[in-house]
DNA sequence: CATGAATGAGTATTCATTCAT
DNA sequence: TATGAATGAATACTCATTCAT
């Protein structure tokens, strides 16, 4: 997980490497939040760490992959944190709740993080797909496995499991990106209520409903219905 | 043109500055979007443009001001968009299907923009509302409006008006962004139509939301509950 | 006197064209003093000029030689201050103590002139022989006649004319200088009878003139010995 | 040189940092007063000084820093050279006549440092108090008291001191600026006496004298006469 | 004659990266 | 291994001058 060390010669301290990598990481990811990806100065970071400029460069090889790194710990963070949360055997539309409330609340906790992701689309758009991206798309499959099960046991009605996924995904980062912009004043637990009260049972009327019927879903599970 | 002015001299051409104006943001936007910030160069532009650079200067005091006026024109751009696609007096909820699709159609056709909002976030966030808020607020009363008169018509449950606008607002930016960041390959359509057909009816099945009783609503429109 | 007028076309206001000149030259002055020489921005003269930019460039072929027009001006009023208070037929050396104490007030009325002689200068040495150098010499053929005569009547002692001339102009070009950079605070003719005394008297004793015998003077006032 | 220090790394070289900066002092003061303060690029500096542009900017953080550094330079090199010439204890009066053919000596070895006291001037008038003048003020109680000296001792006519700390430096800086403005061709030496002979004993004659009785002088030393 | 829109040369300064010690 | 001194590429902005009208 850590980045390659080099091996030669006596072998340090075991665990410094990485407690250490950790360490200017988590520098990172606060000075890049503070001041943007320029403003953060590499001899700032190296004066926080406590080390030399040049040992910097023993643990990252530029700047960027610094960066990259530093957002990706972000969201292995997130992940953690969302897990930790989730984990018990709790019924499967309360962990929906909970995982909603989870994440918004992660960034809530570390708005440096909410920061970091949007910088790192910002500025490095061409060159790699987004951290965060590539952590929903790893996530994807175990979600859709949950929804599918959800749906099996008749709970959420028959539609295409990507609906599913890219909906919910899309909302609760867009919502995260705009608390974090706009510094929403609502509460925490209010937010994740609306949006679960919404997303769980839409906003029509029982008789509109009945009106607008659901368009009939077009993918895998169609067949359920 | 050529009245006995008090001022001789070469004439400005009316309307050359609105125009030229107008040409300078469309070709920035396409360089900021392309470049980034930093990596867009005012010379690029004005050799775009066709003019010298300091003929950009007359026409934008900084590098700044130009990329905030760019981002402006993007917005304003989008509200004249959906505008036009809205306008008509068609069904309300029908008109909530049309304005979401010609949302993601608009930032769809013009990757750009989508990009420059982005970096408006990202590189400016200490010194400016981001663009995109202040005309999401600007609009905030006119959707309320229209969301309360489908409640008190009965068409969409009561609920508080700001989750309403809240929720879909965040979903359908977060959308944005993410279709941006990851070219999402599904159909426009399809896509506008998940998110509605969500939004609208909810992800529970009949039974399990008797079991989930929605929340009752805890703001102006409670008492029409 | 001034620079060379076109004269093709309808004959011009007669005078316009000179008045126009020195009103150029004046504001020039002021804000050469103000600004120092980048700092005056030749749009700015205009503004206070009242005219288009281009029309300066019709008066004077570029900024450097405005400038240097406004320096020549500054000691013509120099010349002209300085004779206007001595032509009478005073005496002699009460002519020299007015010359002097006219030489300082002038500088001290307009310390924009003080400055312009220091920024020329500083600005075009290489370029040009300051013009307050070219006044001076202009000037040191009728003060060495001055001088002869009041050594020939025996109120000066004998002494090399250049000498004198060199002496007392270093002194007053000094004290100007001086006065005007550091604000000196005493009364200007306190200053200028402090200068007169020491020229006229020196600053030794009886006894110790005696004993410091005054150096046999060497050049072509020494037959007067 | 290579003890255990608790700063490993590259060690610095120890008065390496005070050479360094007396070596592009005196490479800045050279081509400030080759090519005046504009025409003085860093990059040509740094290449005759033979580092780079980056280096230039750890030892000075503007180029306008490194100009009055340099300004104050030439300011101390000139008072240890007057010190020096003037220590030993000869004759009051011939230490006067010392000082001032030191003072004209030393700028005239080294125009480059009457050139940059003019540049000072001129281009930093609004900032800083000139460095020769902070000199000057420095010098001026010393200089009283030598003066005080001399008339307690009668060698020097009763006179307001300041009188004659003014007079004299107006004149050497005057004489100064004029010898480097106008390449001076008088030697030295004949200069410093033709300052000092006026100084000293005035131009009148013995009867003029008598007739124009010196002003009584106004200050301290007045109850002296 | 007068104008002012257009131009583009010119330059101080920053900061990621290297590498001698 | 760790350091930080040295480097130099990279770039926004100004303003004297021109010239079409």
Redo the contacts with the bound molecule.
Sequence with gaps: MSSTK?N???P?DEGLWDRRTDEILDIAIDLFAERGY?G????EIANRVG?????L??YFP???SLFLAAADRVMRRLQAHIDEKTNEQIDALLQMRVAIGAFLAFFDTHPAFAELLILERALFRDRKTPTYLEHREKNRCRWEQFYQELIDRQRIRPMPLDRLTTVISDLIYGTMFTNHISGREKSLQEQADGIVDIVFHGILTEEERIRQKPEPSSSTSSSLQ
Excluded: H, I, L
Aim: glycine share 16%; hydrophobic share 15%; charged share 35%.
């Design positions: 080099p030669r010669g006596r340090v320029n953060a100065d590499t001899q080390v030399g400029k040049g040992t460069y023993r530029s700047k960027e």
